[in-house]
């Protein structure tokens, strides 16, 4: 059974704007051509990449562009995400989907080149043990794009106006905002060396996606921040190696 927080196991439906990205009918994600170009500073041919909380594939097709052949997997918590994935991309013989939870280990035997987490953590009702696990699979380099900044913030936003007995929401998202230093702090107690990167984006692009394909709902741009409802989302990357 699903938990209270887990709602893109209770809603398939939550991003369907992803499909059409994965397809190639949407435009490209700010934070997708980020990625592939912080990918393309330690990607050599022949190496393999991990992308966990792929969802649909959507990151897929932008790497894609740095290399036709790159040797890609996919994994996602959610089965009806996987075999979407599979089906948008079953002409891609270089690319490969599973279901993998990223609270157990990934691929500790066999670890990957890059390993990459976009837009997930802060999701998460804690970072440790995914980021453990997520280190566990990478061999040389893993980007993870979350929520980092000055205080450690636990947001629940609630999906449906239905709460226990104590004021807590029984459905949410967890929205959660992790004070650098502590995250920096955890990765670099485990051996690994981190690089926090200002995450970039056009914010014309954002305003006319949240205009015309979110239709006033998602991401916006309030006074050159990134925010969705009444939370500023002040997005960050680390860029994790061993020390």
Known sequence: MAAPWQQWARRPETEPTLVERARGSLPQMESTKQLV????????????????????????????????????????????????????????????????DVFEPLFPDTPFDIVYCCNVLLHLPDFRRPVRNLLASTRGVLLVRTLLGE??????????????????????????????????????????????????????????????VKRGRGTRVVEGRQADGNILFNWTWAKITRA
Request: with cysteine; net charge negative.
């Open 37 to 100: 170009r912080l990918v393309a500073e330690v990607y050599r041919p022949g190496m393999r990449v991990l992308d966990v909380g792929c969802n649909v594939g959507h990151y897929l097709r932008g790497l894609r562009a740095l290399d036709p052949a790159l040797d890609y997997t996919g994994v996602d918590a959610y089965a009806h995400y996987v075999e979407r994935a599979r089906e948008i991309f079953r002409d891609d013989r270089c690319a490969a989907f599973h279901v993998r």
């Open 151 to 212: 205080h450690t913030t636990v947001v629940k936003r609630a999906v449906a106006h239905a709460y226990d007995d104590a004021g807590e929401p029984l459905d949410f998202v967890y929205q959660n905002t992790w004070e650098t230093g502590y995250f920096t702090g955890f990765v670099e107690g485990l051996g690994w060396g981190v690089e926090v990167i200002e995450d970039e984006f056009d914010p014309g692009v954002l305003a006319g996606e949240h205009a015309t």
